[in-house]
């Protein structure tokens, strides 16, 4: 039997990042992608990459919104991408329960890899706050810090180092792309 050979993914965060940050926005009428976010997105499942958002979603657990709103929302993000995402999963959990799936830790990325057979040796991790960047490393994925001024705390450590820094999607997609072609 031959094994499949495990596909490498792009893992974004989504608010702030793939989408404009409107807190705890559960309205589809208000949901807005990051500017070249569709044409990043198609960039970089024409090269082969999985897409997939990871998103930390504590108004669930704090009662702001209910699970079938995010979907809803979720379903818009596609619908102005054009395209399906690969996967779409989140953490449910208030900040301090202590789950292994609320980023930085990077539960969120283990279960995606395991249910999309992903390589994440290969995969990024981009985001735009230092525990997206810890998440993914701790993943071991490369990392991307979209640097947008959503980083307020600044919070360092060799976990939470980017392996780049670029000011919006389109830059981060552009770097991720170079890289795949260069076979790195």
Avoid at 107 to 131: F, K, P, Q, T, Y
Avoid at 134 to 157: F, P
Avoid at 159 to 175: F, G, I, K, T
């Amino acid at each position: 039997m031959t094994a499949v050979p495990r596909s490498p993914a792009v893992f974004l965060d989504k608010d702030g990042t793939l989408v404009e940050n409107v807190p705890y926005n559960v309205d589809p009428a208000k949901v807005r992608l990051a500017p070249g976010a569709a044409e990043c997105v198609s960039m970089l499942r024409a090269q082969g990459l999985r897409v997939i958002v990871v998103s930390n979603q504590p108004g669930l657990a704090m009662g702001l919104f209910r699970e079938s709103s995010l979907l809803q929302v979720k379903a818009e993000i596609e619908r102005q991408l054009a395209q399906p995402l690969d996967g779409f999963y989140y953490c449910a959990h208030r900040p301090e329960a202590g789950c292994r799936c609320r980023k930085p830790s990077p539960g969120l990325l283990l279960r995606a890899a395991r249910e999309h057979n992903l390589h994440l040796v290969g995969s990024w991790m981009v985001g735009d706050i230092l525990d997206d960047v810890e998440a993914g490393r701790r993943a071991g994925c490369r990392t991307v810090l979209v640097d947008n001024g959503s980083e307020t705390v600044w919070k360092r450590g060799k976990a939470r180092e980017p392996d780049v820094v670029v000011r919006d999607l389109a830059e981060a997609a552009s770097r991720i792309l170079a890289a795949a072609r260069a076979g790195a």
